[in-house]
């Protein structure tokens, strides 16, 4: 059994008791401990986590061709031990998938999750002036230990309607994942007229929209990623790619 917990914000600690699997970002490990020699050893997934080959295979490509394409190792646990896990000093969130729960995330804010969690990648149709295309990827919670490691820069916010039944408006380029009892694709806004063309713009012209009907989680950034348009005739902040 698997135990996350993060360390000083910027580290997640997994306890193991027993033998284990854990599936992390490649390249994430950055100490460990045990009694006696060494339990654990690393593995790269060269398809990725899902249980056959057929699907592995299936999921690989599609991660290609939507930019979801994330590096991914096996940590395979053989006996009591502490592994840290850490990504270029970011923030890092744990959270536990109830079963049935989905969550969507982009793939650079994946750390690391246990193998209670269904990993796949998903078309979601609405992020086409977002950084990231048309698809996510998701976590789906299987069953008691579903352990999810979110990376995120900067302290997270964290925005919910479940209970309040309010609506939810976010900058896509600002949301880290969202998660709920199934996919909860957002909406998408615009705001676009003759002035977003000439660059006199508010700089906030789409945006991700959850309502009422759409009962969901949002754990936001306090930093925008570099959008995949540039709808601005003057090449201002909205859509800008640095080169």
């Not at 945006?207 to 969901?216: D, G, L, M, Y």
């Amino acid at each position: 059994m698997l135990t996350f917990e993060v360390v000083n914000e910027l580290a997640l600690r997994v306890t193991c008791r027993g033998n284990d699997v854990l599936i992390a970002k490649a390249g994430s490990f950055i100490c460990g401990e045990n009694n006696g020699y060494k339990n654990y050893k690393f593995e790269k997934l060269l398809l990725g986590p899902q249980g056959n080959v057929g699907q592995a295979l299936l999921g690989s490509l599609l991660r290609r061709v939507t930019g979801e394409n994330l590096p991914l190792m096996k940590v395979m646990l053989n006996g009591d031990s502490v592994t840290y896990y850490a990504n270029h000093a970011q923030h890092v969130i744990v959270y536990q998938l109830q079963p049935g729960e989905v969550l969507s995330i982009e793939s650079e804010n994946i750390l690391a999750f246990t193998s209670d969690c269904n990993y796949d990648v998903r078309f979601i149709g609405c992020g086409v002036i977002s950084q990231k295309g048309l698809a996510t990827s998701t976590l789906t919670g299987t069953g008691p230990n579903s352990y999810v490691a979110i990376l995120v820069d900067g302290n997270p916010l964290v925005l919910s309607n479940v209970q309040t039944g309010s609506t939810l408006t976010v900058d896509p380029d600002a949301v880290v994942c969202w998660m709920g009892n199934g996919p909860c694709d957002p909406n998408i806004k615009t705001d676009i007229n003759w002035k977003t063309f000439i660059g006199q713009t508010s700089g906030e012209s789409y945006s991700f929209e959850w309502n009422a009907a759409q009962p969901v989680s949002v754990i936001i950034q306090p930093t925008e990623r570099a959008s995949g348009i540039n709808l601005g005739m003057d090449g201002g902040r909205l859509g800008h790619r640095p080169n």
